[in-house]
């Protein structure tokens, strides 16, 4: 009988910090990536640059880097929801 | 009797989907990233489906909290009343409190009214409740924190136009993970109590999970509760709170869906109110230059702090009613009163309607704020 479960607490830091901020960052990179290449500097150049929201860049390795972050995030997230369903689901105490 | 209480239950969990949807969409909305009626139908189906999606929360409320043996069906229907009347109160008011601790507040405080403090399982109370609640707040805003730093850091070299657009994409993704979050959670508060009373009634043995057909109600009522969506509230959230960029919403919602899920499927119940308030404040400690309002949230973790108490006394208060005209007919008053009081508070709230078409109206400059702007997320 503890009063903090520090099992718990310590998952809860490690995984948020893995999933709630790891995830997040892994988007940022392949926006990143898409944004690599020749439209870009176009359009950067064509308004100055900070006012574009040309979202790709058309570099070929940009664009499947993006692919690649953007999967490893959807398998994630649904890794994470169907361990949350196994945790969630105890067999019934008898 | 036990119909009754079903119902309160369930009109409970409505009113939950339909002040939390802001916690979840407001923001998408105000960018512009999904339409309002899109946005509330995403968020209600995601609640329905986050409401299958663990039980552990349901468990911890049906049996973590309060002695069962000890609890009848008019001491489930006062805590109901004792929870909606304090979150209807303090929502008309607008301060912040979370829908969660008081229904805690309402069921502990009828309890003891019944049965003595006993009854009350207060270790189960502090270390499932009362300890997540002040701790996870600072784990989220750690999240948010290390989330914005990284983001920003990551995108430095993009443009301010793609960079807003980029992550307005990915605020759709993470918004509706917030949504998933709040339907593990929140809907399974009801479920809990709905079990709780089941197992009052001798219908179920303790110990018992909520059954198929509970589940289904409770993801009901909370979806179309969301989808409903507490217009009030989310335009409040998404236009009168200061800007956050979308990098920075991002952020917060992601630190906000992982804190919530990963807890749940520990069976803490928390706060969606606070997990979100700690990711906000997160975000501001994470980007340079931004600042926190201190003395908001200070305001806000008062708040907080009697939540509990209060919530307990007006459960306890709804108890001594019921009891004391006894049966049956002592909780069909106290839902009178209820029911009333709400209609009252519905009244009031009526003066200026907010819906999904004028949800996105610029904020008039020097309004004058009803509540401040941060604490409209209870």
Redo the contacts between chains.
């Keep these: ?5 520090l099992n ?2 310590w ?3 490690v ?3 893995i ?3 790891g ?3 892994l ?3 392949g ?2 990536s ?2 690599l290449g020749p439209k ?1 500097v176009r ?2 150049g064509a308004d100055g ?7 790709v860049g058309g570099s070929v390795i940009g664009m499947v880097l993006a692919a690649l972050a953007l999967l490893i995030i959807l398998a994630a ?1 649904g890794w ?2 169907y ?3 196994q ?4 067999p ?2 008898k | 009797m036990l119909v009754l209480v079903v119902i309160t239950a369930l009109a409970f969990d409505f009113t939950n989907g339909f002040h939390d949807t802001g916690n979840a969409m407001a923001t998408s909305i105000a960018t512009g990233a999904l339409g309002p009626r899109v946005a509330v139908g995403i968020s209600g189906l995601l609640n329905f489906v986050g409401a299958f ?4 929360v349901a ?1 911890t409320i049906a049996s973590g909290l309060v002695d069962t043996s000890e609890v009848t069906l008019t001491v489930v229907a006062a805590g109901l009343a004792g929870g909606i009347i304090w979150n209807l109160v303090t929502w008309l008011f607008g301060i912040p409190s979370s829908s969660s601790h008081a229904l805690i507040g309402g069921v502990i405080g009828s309890t003891m009214a019944a049965a003595g403090g006993s009854a009350v399982l207060w ?1 189960g109370l ?2 499932k409740v009362v ?1 997540p609640a002040v ?1 996870s707040p600072v ?2 805003a ?3 924190a ?2 914005t730093w ?2 920003y850091r ?2 430095r ?11 307005r994409i ?1 605020q759709i ?2 918004a509706c ?1 917030v949504s ?1 979050a709040h339907g ?1 959670n929140d809907a399974q508060k009801t479920m809990g109590v709905i079990t709780l009373a089941l197992i009052a009634n001798g219908t179920l043995a303790k ?3 909520a059954p198929f057909w509970v589940i289904l109600c409770c993801a009901l009522a909370i979806s179309i509760g969301t989808y409903v969506g507490g217009w009030r509230v989310i335009r409040t959230l998404g236009k009168g709170l200061v800007e956050i960029e979308s ?1 920075q919403g ?2 917060a919602e ?6 919530i ?6 069976g ?1 119940s928390l706060s969606t109110t606070h997990v979100a308030t700690g990711s906000i404040i997160g975000t501001g400690l994470g980007k340079k230059g931004a600042e926190v309002r201190w003395n908001v949230a200070g305001r806000m973790a008062t708040a907080w702090i009697f939540t509990l108490p209060s919530a307990a006394i007006v459960g306890a208060a709804a108890y001594g009613l019921a009891h004391g005209v006894g049966g049956t007919i002592g909780v069909i008053i106290d839902l009178i009163v209820l029911a009333a009081l709400s209609g009252l508070i519905y009244w009031r709230s009526r003066g200026s309607k907010v819906d999904h078409k004028n949800v996105n109206v610029e904020w008039p400059d020097g309004a004058p704020e009803k509540v401040p702007a941060e604490t409209a997320a209870a």
């Design positions: 009988m503890s009063w903090i479960n718990a607490l998952k809860i830091v995984f948020g910090l999933a709630g901020a995830l997040p960052a988007f940022a990179g926006l990143y898409l944004s870009r359009a950067a640059g900070a006012d574009s929201d040309v979202l997230i994470g929801i361990e949350i369903y945790i969630g689901h105890p019934v105490k | 999606l663990s039980l552990a468990a270790h502090v270390s300890i701790l784990i989220a750690l999240v948010a290390v989330g990284s983001l990551i995108s070299s993009m443009t301010a136009g793609a960079r807003s657009h980029g992550f990915g993704g993470s993970m998933l593990t110990g018992s999970n990098p991002m952020a992601s630190a906000s869906a992982a804190v899920l990963l807890s749940s499927s520990f803490y």
